[in-house]
């Protein structure tokens, strides 16, 4: 794939080089959007704006719902008034919703003025719903149909509204009130008698989406019931728009990222690693480290209270990143598999009881296992004394089970309080399992080697 963009890129360039422009337009014209679209960023500014003065407008459309926020803001402050209001025209009013949103106001004004009115109605309704919601991603582009109508009609219909539509593949049965009523599939009115009525044929068992669902709650839907598009519906369950399958990647692709920045102690960021500058990146890291460095203190603290004890057995300083590397790894472990089940919906918080004892008998396993390895390894290769040894490993297998609980508990008593349970991950958990090991082990120490 790579190399078929770097040749179309090079005839891309040849042709703007030789001003060959009507060549270009007929070339451009029998390749994929998509691809299109990636050749274009490689282009200097000025030859951006050329190959977008040059495209037809529908294609032009197409090609710049497919661009980064930021080449987008570019060409559509670049273009003329008119121009630009062109391309937003023939944009998907959900693409052009999601456009606007990145744009100052004072340009969004502009463009909505000289756009249609169509548009501007489109928009501005998709632009009333929170963020994140079924409502801020659904189009408005679809086919509705009603019962009274013949599968003859329905198809004319079809003709004079599908080139408008995002997909054809589903219409939507609606009545006078606007109502959803039931579902037909384009192939289905293609074998069926052309005097058949819609609402004799209909599916009539129509799943749908509210206005206000999470677009994470989506994305499942989705999952549950593979579907390629799904119906949108209001309070009195009218029909305002639709969702199709790949606005659902989209934002599994955005939710999934910004639960690996969560877990990674990082502010989530919606630019990609190379549009994202220095000082952006420092912003979004640097709240997290300062936080989980003065949670940190207070295992330094711990150490400085032992500190005589440890002067007298200094042998159990060689063993204290083992112990809180140890417990770290087992509450990160934890915390990750609950966070993945909660996410998925496979865990509910009233799950907790049965997540509880499964991660103790697990804790306990590992927590054994990891106690008799690292025996072996005190006796026969440290050659430390045996009570040593069971100061050791007697603590790994109460911080193992220690970190195991509070991994698998406290993502879910995040989600019951309303929070991401993605933030209760690896860096949190540690360092408050590198806490609990230290008074473990310091506590251990005292009550066996009598210090």
């Known amino acids: 794939m790579e190399n078929r963009i770097e040749e179309g890129l090079e005839v891309l360039k040849e042709y703007l080089d030789k001003k060959q422009y009507v060549k270009m337009r007929e070339w451009m014209s029998e390749l994929n959007v998509a691809d299109i679209a990636v050749m274009i960023e490689e282009l200097e500014e000025e030859e951006m704006l050329k190959v977008f003065r040059i495209l037809p407008k529908d294609m032009a459309a197409d090609i710049f719902s497919y661009l980064p926020i930021e080449v987008e803001q570019y060409i559509i402050t670049s273009l003329s008034e008119r121009e630009a209001a062109r391309i937003i025209d023939n944009l998907m009013a959900d693409d052009a919703a999601d456009f606007l949103e990145e744009m100052p106001a004072n340009i969004v004004k502009k463009l909505l ?37 013949t599968v003859t009609q329905a198809i004319e219909r079809i003709r004079k509204l599908g080139v408008d539509s995002e997909t054809i593949n589903i219409c939507y049965v609606l009545d006078n009130q606007r109502k959803l009523k039931g579902t037909i599939a384009l192939r289905y009115l293609l074998l069926t008698n052309p005097d058949n009525k819609i609402g004799d044929i209909m599916h009539e068992n129509v799943i749908s989406i509210h206005t206000l669902m999470d677009q994470e709650e989506v994305a499942r839907q989705f999952q549950k019931y593979d579907f390629t598009a799904m119906p949108v519906v209001d309070n009195e369950e009218r029909l305002v728009g639709i969702i199709t399958v790949d606005d659902v990647v989209d934002i599994l692709q955005e939710e999934a990222t910004e639960d690996i920045e969560k877990m990674a102690a990082i502010v989530p960021s919606d630019k990609p690693y190379m549009k994202t500058g220095v000082f952006e990146i420092w912003k979004k890291r640097i709240p997290w480290l300062l936080f989980l460095m003065i949670s940190a203190t207070f295992t330094g603290k711990i150490i400085a209270s032992f500190e005589e004890a440890l002067s007298v057995y200094v042998v159990l300083t060689t063993f204290i990143p083992m112990l809180m590397d140890t417990g770290g790894n087992a509450g990160g472990q934890a915390s990750v598999t609950i966070i993945r089940g909660l996410s998925l919906k496979e865990i509910e918080f009233s799950d907790y009881l049965k997540v509880l004892w499964k991660e103790m008998r697990v804790a306990v396993l590992c927590g054994l296992t990891l106690a008799a390895a690292n025996f072996l390894k005190l006796m026969f290769i440290d050659r430390v004394s045996l009570m040593v040894s069971a100061v050791v490993c007697l603590t790994l297998v109460i911080a193992v089970f220690l970190a195991k609980v509070v991994g698998s508990m406290l993502p879910m008593a995040a989600k019951k309080l309303g929070f991401d349970p993605a933030v209760m991950a690896s860096p949190f958990i540690t360092t408050i399992v590198d806490a609990l090991s230290l008074l473990v082990y310091f506590r251990i120490a005292t009550l066996l080697l009598g210090i």
């Open 113 to 149: 003025i000289n756009a249609s009115p169509e548009t501007r109605r489109d928009i501005n309704h998709l632009l009333r719903y929170p963020e994140d919601s079924a409502g801020s991603i659904m189009t408005v582009e679809f086919v509705d149909l009603k019962e009274s109508q």
